[in-house]
Each structure stands twice: as C-alpha cells, then as structure tokens.
Nanobody
Framework: QVQLVESGGGLVQPGGSLRLSCAAS????????MAWYRQAPGKQRGLVAT???????TYVDSVKGRFTISRDDNKNTMYLQMSSLKPEDTAVYFC??????????????WGQGTLVTVSS
C-alpha cells in the first residue's frame, strides 16, 4: 500500500516561515507530478503549487515569491517552504501525487493534510 503523509504544520505569527513535508511510503517504482493544495475554513480546496518529475514548478498568484515547492526523489519527499506568511494562508494543506507502485498505479493520491495557522 502506497501512502502520502504530510507534516510540518503548526501555529506561526504573520511574517513567519514554515516548511511542510510530504513523504511517500510503500512499494514505489516512481513518482510523477506532485502538488500542494490547501483548504481554508468554509472554502473549497484549491491548488497552491505543482512540481513535475523534471522539476518544473507552478504557483498560484497569491503565493508567488513567498512559497517554494521542491522535491527530493531519493527520499520520496516533497516540500513546501513558506515564508512571509499571512493570516489568509491559514488552511489545511494537502499533498497530492501520481505514483507508480510495484502492484498498482496511484493517480491523484492524497495525504491526510496538515494544519497551518497564521495568527498573532
């Protein structure tokens, strides 16, 4: 069974920084496109950033220049470095990935989410 587990969330003051991690585990052959999403209270889940297997990245306009998505394929882990955090960044952050496992393909696999709260 392949799964994604996020970590690194917490409470941070406005202007602060956090780094989220998304670790894939299980019998994995390869990981393709990966992405971070977030869902604020009372709102729909929305895309934050994406990264391809080749390292190409995209960002939603509201986080450009403040967030950096990266991945370490040796560790089967994706990261989201967040800086200059604002209260409106408060949300549950989810990772999503397309993974080829030894026994099955996992397209659009989701983690359980990690809560980020930006507040003074």
């Amino acid at each position: 069974q392949v799964q994604l587990v996020e970590s690194g969330g917490g409470l941070v003051q406005p202007g602060g920084s956090l780094r989220l991690s998304c670790a894939a585990s299980g019998s994995i052959l390869s990981i393709h496109d990966m992405a971070w999403y977030r869902q604020a209270p009372g709102k729909q889940r929305g895309l934050v950033a994406t990264i391809t297997s080749g390292g190409r990245t995209t960002y939603v306009d509201s986080v450009k220049g403040r967030f950096t998505i990266s991945r370490d394929d040796n560790k089967n882990t994706m990261y989201l470095q967040m800086s200059s955090l604002k209260p409106e960044d408060t949300a549950v952050y989810f990772c999503e990935a397309d993974i080829i496992g030894r026994a099955a393909k996992y397209l659009g696999l989701w983690g359980q989410g990690t809560l980020v709260t930006v507040s003074s």
